[in-house]
């Protein structure tokens, strides 16, 4: 990092910071696949000769991606398990990931609360903090995450095949419906806000299931724009029509219960934030899945054509809802 003026030097200094909260988590000791974690120039990751490393990052912006004052505890779960979400869908096993934190001041138990949320999720995830870069400025986080795949196992967008099954990892929504709640504008019964909050601050990457899919599914991603725009990219990046029956796309009772039907299938189909996995699945291999007791919701098919078809309970093509979010341009156009 640049020198920063005097003035603005934080009270406890960069290498203090770090070596008190970053360094010092749990989940920043080296162990399996971290050969040198944070402290040098570089971390080194070991990998075996048979394996591919699986490399994602996103940045988390204040005010953009989480409230202007977020719980620092919630942030730290959230940045990790949306970051690690990617791992998943690509079928990996996480290694370690790298934390750049733009931090508008130093803040002793922000920065413990933060650690104590980043440390949990990753320790959930078997993911280890390496390395990083702490800044002053606007709050924002750029993670990225480091995992290992067999050679040539990972899942891609680009593999569905017409007669495919489309498959999501869970019920949907729950986070795009959380927001006003997030935000504070309504209230609702603890129960409800408790499991819609919880989808929204602390998503669970669907580790497990990426692992089963491996061999298995055609095509995968997670879902973090809304289940209409990452089908579509499913659709795309295969060269393939993909079909959604809506009344099979699964909703939590939750969700239900605080939006009502119409906006949480709106919520389902176009929130974004599920980090569900969404999947294309040969028929074959749909009966050991379930077997297994994992998540598997079947919502629709893959046919020949492009673009995704929104069908209603009489099989009749339903008007698309706006799409997912985009940072640069209209989402609805
Ligand atoms: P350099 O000047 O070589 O870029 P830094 O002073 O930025 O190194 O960081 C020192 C060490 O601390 C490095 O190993 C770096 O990866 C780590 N580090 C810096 N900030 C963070 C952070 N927010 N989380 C985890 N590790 C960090
Ligand atoms: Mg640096």
């Known amino acids: 990092m640049k020198s920063a003026p005097t003035s603005a030097k934080p009270v406890l200094g960069e290498f203090e910071l770090i070596r008190h909260y970053f360094a010092a988590a749990s989940c920043a000791q080296a162990g399996e696949g971290v050969a040198l974690g944070i402290g040098d120039d570089c971390a080194l990751l070991g990998l075996p000769a048979d394996e591919q490393l699986a490399i994602s ?37 996480p290694i370690g990931f790298t934390l750049a934190l733009t931090l508008p001041g130093v803040d002793a138990s922000w920065l413990q609360a933060f650690t104590r949320g980043l440390d949990q999720m990753a320790q959930r995830c078997a993911i280890r903090l390496i390395g990083g870069d702490t800044t002053r400025g606007p709050l924002s986080l750029t ?124 919520c389902a189909l176009s929130g974004g934030d599920d980090y569900r996995l969404a999947f294309t699945l040969p028929a074959q291999y749909l009966p050991d899945l379930q077997q297994a007791g994992l998540p598997v919701y079947v919502i629709g098919r893959v046919e020949a054509g492009r673009g995704v078809t929104l069908l209603d309970s009489h099989g009749q093509s339903v008007q698309l809802p706006h799409s997912g979010y985009q940072h640069f341009g209209s989402a609805s156009d």
């Open 143 to 266: 993670l990225t995450v480091f995992g290992r795949v067999p050679k040539g196992q990972a899942l891609t967008r680009a593999g569905a095949q017409v007669g495919d099954l489309l498959c999501v990892g869970g019920e949907l929504g729950d986070a795009a419906g959380a927001l006003p709640l997030v935000l504070k504008q309504q209230h609702t019964k603890q129960a409800v806000a408790d499991a819609l909050l919880a989808r929204y601050w602390s998503p669970m990457p669907q580790l497990e299931l990426g692992l089963a899919l491996r061999g298995k599914a055609s095509a995968a991603l997670d879902i973090s724009d809304g289940l209409l725009a990452d089908c579509g990219h499913i659709a795309a990046a295969s060269g393939v029509a993909l079909v959604i029956e809506q009344a099979h796309v699964p909703m939590s009772a939750a969700l239900l219960a605080f939006a009502g039907e119409s906006t949480a299938r709106q």
């Open 57 to 93: 990052t996103d940045t988390l912006v204040a005010g953009v991606h989480f409230p202007d004052f977020p719980d620092p505890f919630l942030l730290g779960q959230r940045a990790v398990g949306v970051s690690v979400s990617d791992l998943a869908a690509m079928g990996a096993t």
